[in-house]
């Protein structure tokens, strides 16, 4: 094999397995779809992470599931990966016409309601209908709030903002003295969905920080269950006061380091 300077040696490697590898060959879009679900992921974790290494590494899974669509594609008639390439090319000039025309833009937000009031020009009925339907739901929460704030739908204050955090906090409340379910998740979607905003506001990730929760909660938890272990407990043994205070000590030790 020639040595290549471009996506080309890729493409070629994908022509190459979609001949001969038996598993290529029976790919389809439908079969490559969860893999490709698997492998946003799996970057966005190496983002999360700041794991440079791995975020190369993902990326290079993601470039090979495009080239792999876009082989399908081919197959089917249906696209190319140039006319993949040209389309991408051609939406970022379009979209972009402070850099490619004679629009004028003072910042970023102006940026952002230029995207999408030419999207709205390309057909679009709503601004929100580019917000895809499969988002996880605090993701599509940060994407609703972002495009309806393009179109001038925005609180003007973080204070603002957290007036409604603590009113929708009221609400839960009522709801919950009320005892009806469904009144309760819905008060507690639009306090979610509230605070979410109000994160959104301090320009700070939710989704993001979320997980970085989740990973703290994870590695504490994995170390009260290793002092404990270590002790000859198990903490389905304890109380939860016991377990505070094992869980107090180790939060004091990861602060100190």
Wanted: charged share 35%; proline share 2%; hydrophobic share 35%.
């Amino acid at each position: 094999m020639t040595k290549h300077t471009n996506i080309d040696k890729l493409v070629q490697i994908m022509d190459e397995l979609r001949e001969k590898c038996p598993w290529d060959k029976k790919q389809n879009i439908h079969t490559l779809r969860q893999q490709t679900i698997e492998e946003t992921y799996e970057l966005a974790d190496a983002i999360t992470d700041k794991d440079w290494k791995s975020i190369k590494e993902e990326l290079g899974d993601l470039l090979l599931h495009v080239v792999f669509y876009s082989k399908i594609g081919k197959e089917q008639n249906e696209f190319t990966l140039q006319e993949v390439i040209d389309g991408i090319c051609d939406k970022l000039i379009k979209r972009h016409p402070h850099i490619y025309g004679d629009v004028k833009v003072n910042d970023e937000e102006d940026v952002k309601k230029n995207w999408e009031q030419i999207k709205l020009s390309e057909g679009k009925k709503s601004v929100l209908s580019g917000v895809p339907k499969s988002l996880p739901a605090m993701v599509k929460a940060m994407r609703i709030q972002e495009k309806a704030k393009q179109v001038g739908f925005e609180w003007a204050t973080k204070e603002q903002v957290w007036e409604k955090v603590e009113e929708e906090k009221t609400e839960l409340l009522e709801a919950v003295e009320s005892g009806k379910k469904e009144k309760i998740e819905e008060e507690a979607g639009d306090l979610f969905f509230s605070v979410i905003n109000y994160v959104r506001f301090l320009k700070v990730d939710a989704e993001n920080a979320l997980e970085l929760t989740n990973k703290k909660f994870i590695k504490r938890f994995c170390q009260m269950e290793e002092a404990v272990q270590k002790e000859g407990k198990s903490l389905d043994e304890m109380t939860l006061n016991e377990m505070d205070e094992v869980w107090n000590q180790i939060k004091k030790q990861n602060s100190q380091v």
